[in-house]
């Protein structure tokens, strides 16, 4: 195959991408990786090499998780010098947490990695998932003036759409425009000519690329909700294994004032526990002092989740506790603009 394009390392992980329906049970599952790229003979005209791996059994994204995130971008670092850019073929489930993962390990990124799926199997005639693939194959080829990459990030490209991997949201199970991304724009538009919104686009880094790839999990949620009882979330807000925990706030940011609900916080953060507020709305962010139900909050010591998606605040949590982060530093640096998954 010519290579004049370019080389470029897919490693598939699973997905809707490469399912077919089990006749017995009618539910999809996942099938072999050869037989998906059959599917897509046009492969061969991009003028480029392409090298695939895939993890040893193909999963559904929802079983995806640190473990997986970790051999991703082993994956990706140990290979990072001989390919000009990395697919990655993932369900559409958990696409946003992968890529916001990998974008917090794959430090001093200057080539692209690109996260894609589809809503239906690449087997279906109207499955979306041939465009998908070959869309996403020709950003990872593309370059900018200089001949370096044109988007050396981790994104995600769906239904003519490409993201920045650490902003983008998964929000219909049924439409093809599956992704959006609420507080940052699209990195690039497919059309009958892909347009780049290169002011948007990361700039290569300069530095060395490297891989953090520890990560710690012992993060827990707390969703609220107009009626939640002490009996529910003391429990929460009182687990001894927890290093940080995310409150899933109103608004701009917003809690309750009930008494009970402050004290479990600061005692939560008395035993050194970070607490960090992300909205639950998915556009905006968070703003503590706003309204007197965030301006408790903050005088406590909780940490503002500013504009992140919950998908960017979860890995970045973990992936900070991974590097051994706590206490003020793990306050500082999370408050920090990383890889473009907060505006500063
Ligand atoms: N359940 C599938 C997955 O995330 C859905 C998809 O691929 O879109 O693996």
């Known amino acids: ?170 929000n219909s199970t049924q439409d093809f425009e599956a992704f959006h991304s609420f507080n940052y724009p699209k990195l690039a538009e497919a059309g009958v000519h892909i347009q780049y919104n290169d002011l948007h686009i990361a700039r290569a880094s300069t530095g060395t690329f490297r891989l953090e790839p520890e990560l710690d999990a012992r993060l827990g949620v707390l969703s609220l909700f107009p009626g939640i009882t002490p009996e529910f979330a003391l429990p929460v807000l009182e687990n001894p294994h927890l290093q940080a925990l995310i409150i899933r706030t109103f608004g701009s940011g917003n809690g309750l004032t009930a008494p009970w609900f402050l004290r479990g916080i600061e005692n939560c953060l008395a035993r050194g526990t970070a607490v960090i507020n992300v909205s639950q709305c998915s556009g905006g962010g968070v703003f503590q002092g706003q309204y007197e139900s965030s301006r408790q909050l903050k005088q406590l010591g909780v940490i503002s989740g500013h504009d992140m998606t919950f998908e960017a605040a979860s890995t970045k949590a973990m992936h900070l506790l991974g590097q051994g982060a706590h206490g003020e530093a793990f306050a500082e640096s999370y408050q920090q603009n990383l890889a473009g998954e907060l505006t500063p």
């Open 1 to 170: 195959m010519s290579s004049s394009r370019g080389s470029i390392l897919m490693l598939y992980t699973g997905g809707t991408i490469g399912m077919i329906r089990d006749e017995d049970s009618g539910s999809l599952q996942p099938f072999e990786f050869s037989n998906l790229l059959k599917q897509i003979p046009e492969l061969d005209q991009l003028n480029c090499h392409i090298d695939t791996d895939s993890l040893d059994s193909p999963i559904d994204s929802s079983n995806i998780g640190p473990p997986e995130w970790q051999r991703l971008a082993r994956r990706i670092a140990s290979s990072y010098h001989q390919y000009d850019g990395f697919v990655v073929l993932h369900g559409s489930d958990t696409m946003a947490y992968t890529a916001s993962a990998l974008s917090f390990m794959l430090q001093n990124l200057s080539k692209p990695v690109v996260l894609t799926g589809s809503q239906l199997p690449i087997g279906i005639p109207r499955s979306d998932a041939r465009e998908n693939l070959l869309t996403t194959l020709e950003i990872v080829l593309e370059c900018n003036d200089e001949g370096g990459a044109r988007v050396p990030e981790v994104g995600v490209y769906f239904e003519y759409d490409l993201f920045r991997g650490n902003r983008v949201h998964k």
